[in-house]
């Protein structure tokens, strides 16, 4: 397919986005030299429990792409970070702390994101109280140990989870949503409904954005099923009572009236935003000015970096985005930087 | 307990404060502000001018929709200038409303200059006088933590239960204009307010964290000057008591007046309403301001700083922390002459 | 200790607060018993816009049985579920599917001795 055959391909990120990218592109017929900053793939998909919307276990999704990426055109060179890329005479040089690590002819970029800070949001109280975790720290506990969420030694009584906890909130400006975080919750609620049926779970949302393919589902399930209450009002704050269980205010905005509960867990649901390990492109700003994110140049027609011939960006390094959608995207960026390079 | 962790740095001038006085901390707490200043002048060797023309900032007014907001402006704007014209440059608010008022006075002329511009014109039509706004506006609680560790060095007594070598367990509570309507103006922000902690853990005691300790405590003099809206502020102040009351906190500090007046006063009220009391024992919980409590760690003689005045007595606490005192003085006057006792309230003991 | 005097005014407890801690939620257990789907309301309120009682007779359906969930409503809140026609206008439109006249009859029935004693018919 290709007349050069010396041409080379790297992809950054071997999260979903990563992984989807480099299996594409090498079957292609593409060398793909893939870095990543830690020392296996997988991301952050390493450190999820169950999946949305069907609950499929995360380590599942791993082996399968896992599976994938033994071909031999594919290159890995982890445990390194490349956090800039420079230009010089058509082609791409990776560079890692100022040192060169390779070059190429076209680059993927699929550097994911961060998880919001939640300590920003000091009124949830998140590093103050030990009863107030993260949905990730919730993940993890689910999938190496639930026991650590018994209160006291007993099973919880009350749990709150918290949606919109870093995203559309102009406090902390970042006003754009996170779109998973609705469903996480919902996934989240019942996980506990499931491990603690003597427990109540209550989520508190501003919105409930439950769009995708089994979302909707799913939350159904939540209320119907597994008796899930969803009030619909903002967390004002948290303090700690005696016990150290967490009192918390809302409103209850479909009443109209302030309501306060004592929960043994709060659960923040926290949002996403851009990767503090992401790639510079020369000195060029690829960044979108609002959100931090990468740019597309033209998003409708492809996934070519604002501004730069040759690189790619793919998964939630442009937004955020769930694992069907990384993968698509890095599929769909593979193709594209197949495409450059038979054109140029 | 946890340290409180989130630390909002903030510029504190370190000598040559201008001291603007409260309208009502006297009233209540008599030797406050007077102490304060001896304590700056005399104990830490700074120095502390309060002028003798300055007057109200008009938060009460302004705050009642009595006083235009101009008006306000240009009082303000005239204890500006009469810190200019005497050469200082850092202010001290004796109160925690009159800060929060500089600082939305400030605020405002930051983002309409055209208003301060205004405001000169009617300063000068009115007085004569040009103004500068301050390098440096602070709360006075802030100058006690900044030095907090000084004045622990140098102190007498810790706030320590002298039989049980426990550290007295001690409510803060923070004044909502001090930190909530901007926090970065506030040591520690506005969730977890620093200013009274710093204080409270630099001379030996541990701050009580309650579910209720962001509450507002129900002096908005909107609601609280009109009669009828009494018992909606007095509310405020007993949904705290109520839920600091299972922590069996050893003494409250406030650094607003009026949050300390309302704390300490509605103790009675709400005994006499309702028979509910809130301390250990049947006995209520002492209220002292930020200045109070420096002077008793300092080692000043309780009735000299104005103890007798509070609603609550203080005797059980000053025996706590083991303070020299002589209960005979407490209702004399500089002479020794008795000059009444107000009914008392029994004190039990445990 | 001290009597109950009076200063010219009433300190108030906090009444509007739903205090998710001790609310009573009994009358919630056994609808939910009674009509399963019940649980899947999300609130979106078609139920109450295309009730005869709600443009005429005072009756919110969506807040009343909304509140019955979180706790138990007062005597006088109940009291406006009787203008209740039984139309099944309600259930016609419920994205969720949920038989929400059944529901109506199912609050009246189990409240029938707080409602009926109490508040004369309208």
């Given at each position: 397919m290709l007349e050069n055959e010396n041409h080379r391909i790297a992809v950054i990120g071997a999260g979903p986005a990563g992984i989807s990218a480099a299996v594409t592109a090498a079957e292609l017929g593409i060398d793909v030299d893939w870095y990543d900053?830690?020392?296996?793939?997988g991301g952050k998909l390493n450190d999820y429990y169950q999946l949305f919307p069907?609950?499929?276990?995360a380590m599942n999704v791993l082996q399968e792409f896992d599976n994938l990426?033994?071909?031999?055109?594919i290159h890995k060179h982890f445990g390194k970070a490349i956090n800039h890329i420079e230009k010089n005479n058509g082609r791409l040089v990776l560079m890692s702390d100022h040192e060169t690590v390779g070059s190429a002819d076209s680059v993927i970029v699929a550097t994911g994101f961060d998880f919001f800070?939640?300590?920003?949001?000091e009124e949830f109280g998140y590093g103050m109280y030990n009863q107030v975790i993260t949905s990730p720290e919730l993940e993890q506990k689910l999938k190496?140990?639930?026991?650590?969420?018994?209160?006291d030694g007993e099973a919880p009584a009350n749990i709150a989870f918290v949606h919109c906890v870093g995203s559309r909130d102009q406090q902390i400006g970042i006003n754009y949503c996170s779109r998973l975080c609705c469903v996480t919750g919902i996934k989240q609620a019942i996980e506990m409904r499931e491990l603690f049926p003597s427990c109540r779970v209550v989520n508190f949302y501003i919105d409930l954005r439950?769009?995708?393919?089994?979302y909707e589902e799913l939350y159904r399930e939540a209320q119907e099923k597994h008796q899930v209450q969803f009030i619909?009002?903002?967390?004002?704050e948290a303090s700690e009572n005696q016990q150290h269980r967490i009192v918390l205010k809302a409103e209850d905005t479909l009443m109209g009236r302030p309501l306060k509960i004592t929960v043994d867990w709060v659960v923040l649901l926290i949002g996403m935003v851009p990767s503090c390990t992401q790639v510079q492109v020369?000195?060029?700003?690829?960044?979108?000015?609002?959100?931090g994110f990468l740019k597309a140049a033209n998003a409708f027609t492809g996934?070519?970096?604002?501004?730069?011939?040759g690189i790619f960006m793919a998964g939630a390094c442009g937004g955020p985005m769930s694992i069907p959608e990384a993968a698509a995207s890095g599929k769909a960026a593979a193709t594209e930087a197949l495409q450059y390079l038979i054109n140029r | 307990m946890k340290q409180y962790w989130k630390d909002y740095q903030k510029e504190i001038a370190d000598d040559n404060y201008f001291y603007v006085r409260s309208c009502i901390r006297q009233n209540f707490f008599p030797g406050a502000e007077n102490l304060f200043i001896d304590i700056l002048k005399n104990k830490l060797g700074k120095t502390v001018f309060e002028d003798a023309e300055h007057t109200t900032c008009t938060g009460i007014g302004y705050h009642t929709d009595v006083v235009p907001l101009e008006t306000t402006m240009t009082v303000i704007a005239r204890q500006f200038a009469l810190m200019k014209e005497k050469g200082y440059r850092n202010m001290i608010a004796s109160c925690v409303t009159s800060f929060g008022l500089y600082s939305e006075v400030l605020d405002m002329w930051k983002h309409q200059p055209e208003l301060k511009e205004k405001i000169a014109g009617y300063l000068m039509e009115a007085t004569g006088r040009t103004f500068e706004e301050p390098e440096n506006m602070v709360h006075a609680s802030d100058i006690l933590y900044k030095y907090r560790n000084e004045i622990a060095s140098i102190a007498?007594?810790?706030?320590?239960?002298?039989?049980?070598g426990e550290p007295l367990k001690v409510v803060d509570h923070i004044g909502c204009h001090y930190a909530k309507?901007?926090?970065?103006?506030g040591v520690g922000g506005s969730?977890?307010?620093?200013v009274l902690t710093g204080l409270i853990t630099a001379w030996g005691g541990q701050t009580v964290d309650y579910p209720?300790?962001?509450?507002?405590?129900?002096?908005?003099f909107r609601n609280y000057l009109v009669q009828p809206n009494r018992g909606y502020s007095i509310s405020q102040s007993k949904i705290k008591l109520e839920s600091m009351?299972?922590?069996?906190?050893d003494l409250i500090i406030a650094n607003c007046p009026g949050c300390s007046m309302f704390l300490d006063r509605w103790q009675y009220t709400l005994e006499e309403t309702?028979?509910?009391?809130?301390?250990?024992?049947g006995n209520k919980i002492p209220v002292f301001t930020h200045e109070e409590l420096a002077g008793l760690v300092l080692g000043y003689d309780p009735w000299e700083i104005g103890?007798?005045?509070?609603?609550?007595?203080?005797e059980a606490l000053l025996d706590k922390i083991g303070v020299e005192y002589?209960?005979?003085?407490?209702?004399?006057d500089r002479q020794g002459n008795l000059i009444g006792e107000p009914e008392l309230i029994n004190q039990h003991v445990c | 200790m001290a009597g109950k005097r009076n200063f010219g005014f009433d300190i108030q407890g906090g009444?509007?607060?739903?205090?998710l801690d001790h609310a009573d939620t009994s009358l919630a257990s056994e609808l939910k018993d009674a009509v399963?789907?019940?649980?899947?309301?999300?609130?979106?309120?078609s139920c109450a816009a295309t009730c005869p009682s709600g443009q005429n007779g005072g009756l919110n359906f969506r807040k009343l049985h909304y509140q019955i969930r979180l706790e138990l409503p007062t005597l006088q809140e109940l009291?406006?579920?009787?203008?209740?026609?039984?139309?099944?206008k309600c259930q016609l439109v419920c994205p969720r599917g949920i038989p929400t006249r059944y529901l109506s009859i199912q609050i009246m029935q189990k409240t029938k001795h707080y409602v009926r004693e109490n508040i004369p018919s309208v």
């Open positions: 900053k830690a020392d296996q793939i069907d609950r499929t276990s990426t033994g071909t031999a055109r800070d939640a300590r920003n949001k190496t140990n639930p026991d650590s969420l018994k209160f439950a769009f995708g393919s089994g619909r009002g903002r967390v004002s020369a000195d060029h700003q690829c960044t979108d000015q609002e959100t996934h070519r970096l604002d501004g730069q011939p | 007498k007594y810790k706030l320590i239960n002298k039989t049980t309507t901007f926090p970065e103006r969730e977890f307010p620093q209720e300790r962001r509450h507002c405590c129900g002096f908005g009351k299972p922590y069996e906190p309702e028979g509910a009391v809130y301390g250990t024992c103890l007798q005045t509070h609603q609550v007595p203080v002589n209960p005979d003085l407490k209702y004399t | 009444g509007r607060q739903i205090d399963n789907a019940w649980s899947a309301c999300i609130n979106c309120g009291s406006t579920l009787s203008s209740c026609l039984l139309c099944g």
